[in-house]
């Protein structure tokens, strides 16, 4: 199978990030996804009073975070995980946040976008699961009105090698996504070293370990990788 398929199979399996559908944050929380505060970081001058917004890549969770912080902007929330769309749709409407509209994309198919320009294009731990993340990412500047903003986040080569390790090492065991108990044996793994040992506090700090969907995007990822600050800018 293909990386990119094998991605793909491994969000449907494991919707990430696993957040319970009550959990709940307030307007004020996410302060950083405020339009006003991105705008004014991002030197843009005043952000539009109802901004278009598209999350690319949305998860199961990012489409109600960016509806609480922005509850006039229309949002567009894309991802090639249908069941991480189903879980976030959910999640909206449980919660009452109805200016989100879902749809499937696949960011390596610039021909499953959404229609138009986007005020605000958010694609946070996305970039770096594609084969080519440079050309996204011209396909998604296209895609910014004049004074446009776009939030990126892609993981860091060098801060990151701890999880990059973690995942040679299960690679090495055999371990990966595409089975529904190798997250508990990797944490059972993990555990079993020495208190003091690098890679079990690398595992045991890491938020995400605490549940398998984590574990999977962290440790068993079918294509992750990190980008230095050079490559970045690039």
């Given at each position: 199978m293909a990386a990119a398929s094998r991605v793909q199979a491994q969000y449907a399996a494991w919707p990430y990030p696993h957040v319970p559908l009550l959990a709940s944050l307030p307007s004020t929380h996410p302060y950083e996804l405020h339009a006003d505060w991105l705008w004014d970081r991002s030197g843009s001058g005043p952000a539009p009073s109802q901004p278009r917004v598209w999350i690319a890549g949305c998860g199961t969770f990012?489409?109600?975070?960016?509806?609480?912080?922005?509850?006039?902007?229309?949002?567009?929330?894309?991802?090639?995980?249908g069941p991480?769309?189903?879980?976030?749709?959910?999640?909206?409407?449980?919660?009452?946040q109805p200016q989100v509209e879902f749809a499937w994309a696949?960011?390596?198919?610039?021909?499953?976008?959404?229609?138009?320009?986007?005020?605000?294009?958010?694609c946070y731990g996305v970039l770096?699961?594609?084969?080519?993340?440079?050309?996204?990412l011209r396909g998604l500047r296209e895609r910014l009105t004049s004074r446009g903003v776009l939030r990126l986040m892609v993981y860091p080569h060098w801060s990151r090698q701890r999880v990059f390790q973690i995942q040679r090492l299960a690679r090495l065991c055999g371990l990966s996504a595409e089975h529904r108990h190798h997250?508990?044996?990797?944490?059972?793994?993990?555990?079993s070293l020495p208190q003091t040992h690098p890679l079990r506090h690398a595992f045991t700090t890491y938020q995400d370990s605490r549940n398998d969907a984590g574990v999977v995007d962290a440790f068993l990822h079918a294509?992750?990788?990190?980008?230095?600050?050079?490559q970045l800018g690039e």
């Open positions: 990012q489409p109600y975070v960016f509806a609480r912080a922005n509850p006039t902007a229309t949002l567009v929330a894309t991802d090639f995980s991480s769309l189903e879980r976030a749709r959910r999640r909206c409407r449980l919660h009452g696949d960011l390596s198919d610039p021909s499953t976008w959404p229609d138009g320009t986007f005020d605000l294009i958010e770096m699961n594609l084969a080519d993340p440079a050309a996204a997250p508990a044996v990797l944490r059972g793994l993990l555990r294509g992750d990788r990190g980008f230095t600050a050079h």
